[in-house]
Structures are given as C-alpha cells and as structure tokens.
C-alpha cells in the first residue's frame, strides 16, 4: 500500500519545527488543550492583513487611502489590549502603516491572488496554504507569479528571511503549478518599518525546502505512527524550551512552559507610541 499523503499547511510544518510538543498540542491532542488569552500582536497583524486584503476588494478607482480608515475599523479584532488606550494607539500605528504603504502601491495594479489558498503534491505532501498576495510581474521570459507576504511585528527583517522562509518557497512551489508559470521571487513586506526584503529561488533552492518539508512531514508522520502503537506521547514530541515558550499558547500546559515567566498580551504592542 502506498503511504497516505501528509496534509499539511506551512504552519502545521513550522508548528512541528518549532517545538514538537507545541505541534502535539495542536494538532494531535484531542480535545486541544486549553490555549492562552489572544494576543494583541496577533490582533493587530490580522487587522491589518484583513484590511489589505479589502483593499483589493474595493474598485481599483477607490483604491484610496482616504478608504482606509473604513476598512481597518470594519475587520479592527479588539482582542490582547491592556486597554482602550494602548488599542487606539495601536489602531493609529496601523493605520499609518497602511497609508505610507498603499503610498507605494499602484491602485490599478490587479494581483493573481489576495489571500489566495494554493495546492499541489509532491511524493509525500499535500500541501495547501494561504499566501497574503500572490503579484503577476513581468520577469524576463514572460509573466511570473511573485509571492507577498505582510510582516507586521517590531523587528526588522533582511534577506536571509526571504530566503529562509520554508512557507514562502513552498507558496512558490505550488503558485507555479496552480498558474503554470514561474514563480521564483518572494518577497517579505514590514509594514512598520516600510521595508521589502526579496529572494529569488531557483528550481534547486525550492527543491531543497520541499524537500526539508517533506523530511518534517515524515518525522511527524513517525511519530503519530509510534503514538498510536503504544509509545509515550511525551517521548515521541518531546518539548523543545526556548524563548519561544514565553510566547506558547500552551505555556501553561506544558511542563517546560511553566518555567518561564509568562508574557502579558500585550508585550509585543508596548513599545507602539502614538505617533512612532
Ligand atoms: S511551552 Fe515551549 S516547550 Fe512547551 S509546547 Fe510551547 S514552545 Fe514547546
């Protein structure tokens, strides 16, 4: 009998590689344990996403930034803030983001996808993820699909991010199937600090990720199978405590969390002022 696909997205596979108890969490234990409080970090990240995405909802003609006060409050997710003071000022760092942002765009532009959801199969995953953006860019053999994606948190990024990313590559793994034509450019893009790191894959970079992510996916796949044969699940996903942990949904589940300080939801968002 063939083995059965692994279905996975880009987060079940980073899940996994970030802290295998964390991915038993999950995705494994059923009922999912009990998470933590929302994060205001997440909050802000998706309102923004959210709000991008609407943007290319709206006719290109109303592509405006005057729009965008409208389409932030509209998806604004409330949850994670110390208070209405520390959200408002969030709010108003978001929106700035997005004004110096859609600045630079070019509202005629119509990309390939806005949080497009892109499929394929290789020998051991199927694989289906969310891109925020997929663009249509003319390379130089012809038009080429280049993955986007919105970075919202404090830190900077550099190329070695692009590079690194294993969800971008696999996004343009499977944008060149789904739209049958290259996709080897992919681009993070901080809003923050209005910045845009790129790299440009080739066939045997992406070869290489797809074939990390398979390695991952046959590890997980060993060790459910190992779960379900009687072994400790404890054993097969063990804990992997770093300075992730602090920021675990299941920090107060798992053994390893307990022993780091918890964070408050809102750490990520304090050093927002109103006008930085
Ligand atoms: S608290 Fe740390 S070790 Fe425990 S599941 Fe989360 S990331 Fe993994």
């Known amino acids: 009998m063939p083995e059965r696909l692994f279905v996975c997205t880009p987060s079940k596979l980073g899940a996994f590689a970030d802290c295998a108890r964390r991915y038993r969490y999950s995705y494994v234990d059923r009922p999912t344990p009990a998470k933590g409080p929302p994060w205001a970090h997440n909050s802000l990240g998706a309102s923004v996403h959210t709000a991008l995405k609407n943007w290319y909802g709206v006719p ?8 965008l006060p409208k389409l932030l409050k509209a998806t604004w997710v409330r949850e994670g803030y110390r208070d209405v003071d520390q959200e408002r000022t969030a709010y108003r760092a978001a929106l700035r983001w997005l004004e110096t942002y859609v600045n630079g765009l070019d509202p005629a532009d119509e990309p390939l996808g806005v949080e497009r959801v892109v499929a394929t199969k290789t020998a051991v995953l199927a694989f289906n993820g969310r ?4 663009d249509s860019r003319r390379g130089p053999d012809g038009p080429e699909a280049v993955i986007v994606d919105y970075k919202t948190g404090r830190s900077g990024l550099d190329a070695d991010d692009a590079r690194g990313s294993q969800a971008l590559a696999l996004y343009a793994y499977a944008a060149q199937r789904v739209f049958r034509r290259p996709s080897y ?3 993070l893009h901080h809003l923050p600090t209005a910045t845009v790191v790129t790299h440009e894959h080739t066939e045997e970079s992406l070869a290489r990720q797809v074939s990390r992510a398979e390695d ?4 997980i796949m ?6 379900a044969a009687g072994a400790d699940p404890d054993v097969e996903f063990p804990t992997s405590p770093g300075a992730l942990c602090s920021w675990c949904d299941f920090r107060k589940t798992c053994p390893a969390g307990q022993e780091v300080p918890a964070k408050d939801p809102w750490t990520a968002v304090e050093h927002l002022t109103p006008t930085a």
């Open 60 to 67: 290109a003609d109303s592509r405006d930034p005057e729009a």
């Open 216 to 219: 991952t996916a046959r590890d």
């Open 131 to 134: 891109a925020d953006r997929i």
């Open 222 to 227: 060993a060790a459910e199978k190992a779960v």
């Open 185 to 187: 450019r992919v681009e």
